[in-house]
């Protein structure tokens, strides 16, 4: 994927300019904090997740990449669009009205 970049730099050089480069190793982190919040089930929804999981999801970061410094306000908030973004493309594909017959045969 473009936009990534492995490092397990402090927060100051993870940027270029006034845009924080995304970062391998955070994304994974905030992956399985998202799972792992999503398992215990106290700020799940019936859409997603409750209103204060952001807040959450930073504290729990802090706790796997300490030197990162992602806020949820700017930094997770951005990243999960950015996800949504570019993976509704993969969801209209394969679950899409108009697929042109593409899709998930899960018995192959």
Same mark, same amino acid.
């Given at each position: 994927?473009?936009?990534?970049?492995?490092?397990?730099?402090?927060?100051?050089?993870?940027?270029?300019?006034?845009?924080?480069?995304?970062?391998?190793?955070?994304?994974?982190? &905030?992956? $399985?904090?998202?799972?792992?919040?999503? !398992?215990?089930? %106290?700020?799940?929804? *019936?859409?997603?997740?409750?209103? /204060?999981?952001?807040?959450?999801?930073?504290?729990?970061?802090?706790?796997?990449?300490?030197?990162?410094? &992602?806020? $949820?306000?700017?930094?997770?908030?951005? !990243?999960?669009? %950015?996800?949504?973004? *570019?993976?509704?493309?993969?969801? /209209?594909?394969?679950?899409?009205?108009?697929?042109?017959?593409?899709?998930?045969?899960?018995?192959?």
């Amino acid at each position: 994927m473009s936009g990534f970049t492995q490092s397990t730099a402090t927060s100051s050089q993870n940027y270029q300019g006034n845009k924080r480069k995304r970062v391998l190793e955070e994304d994974v982190a &905030l992956i $399985a904090c998202m799972v792992n919040l999503h !398992n215990v089930g %106290t700020f799940n929804a *019936d859409t997603g997740f409750k209103i /204060d999981y952001l807040n959450e999801l930073e504290i729990m970061l802090e706790n796997f990449l300490p030197r990162a410094m &992602l806020k $949820a306000r700017h930094n997770l908030e951005s !990243n999960i669009k %950015t996800w949504k973004n *570019d993976w509704a493309i993969v969801y /209209d594909i394969l679950k899409g009205k108009d697929n042109s017959g593409i899709g998930w045969d899960e018995h192959r």
